[in-house]
């Protein structure tokens, strides 16, 4: 669960995380200092989502590529052995 939470919505709110932290900030700095707070209501909504997409997209892309092994490696699915739990795992084609 921790893993689709790190990789699809983190990166898909992160903009939209900072946005509104700089909209509270920038609030209490309107009210200390005067002037016009901006409005969260009024911010760029489709901009932020499409950055959202476009970072979640890029996490997902670089996992992709950092994870994995040789194409020519063969997979062993998870097994037990001697009463204990094997991962699943990649091993190197043997000639």
């Given at each position: 669960?921790?893993?689709?939470?790190?990789t699809?919505?983190?990166?898909?709110?992160?903009?939209?995380?900072?946005?509104?932290?700089?909209?509270?900030?920038?609030t209490?700095?309107?009210?200390?200092?005067?002037?016009?707070?901006?409005?969260?209501?009024?911010?760029?909504?489709?901009?932020?989502?499409?950055?959202?997409?476009?970072?979640?997209?890029?996490?997902?892309?670089?996992?992709?590529?950092?994870?994995?092994?040789?194409?020519?490696?063969?997979?062993?699915?998870?097994?037990?052995?001697?009463?204990?739990?094997?991962?699943?795992?990649?091993?190197?084609?043997?000639?």
């Amino acid at each position: 669960m921790s893993r689709i939470v790190f990789t699809y919505i983190v990166p898909f709110l992160l903009p939209a995380a900072v946005y509104a932290a700089w909209v509270w900030y920038r609030t209490g700095y309107v009210a200390r200092h005067g002037g016009e707070a901006p409005r969260l209501e009024q911010g760029p909504w489709p901009l932020l989502l499409f950055v959202g997409a476009v970072l979640a997209f890029a996490v997902l892309a670089g996992a992709a590529l950092m994870r994995g092994g040789s194409p020519d490696a063969t997979y062993v699915p998870p097994h037990l052995e001697n009463g204990q739990m094997v991962p699943g795992h990649l091993e190197p084609k043997t000639p």
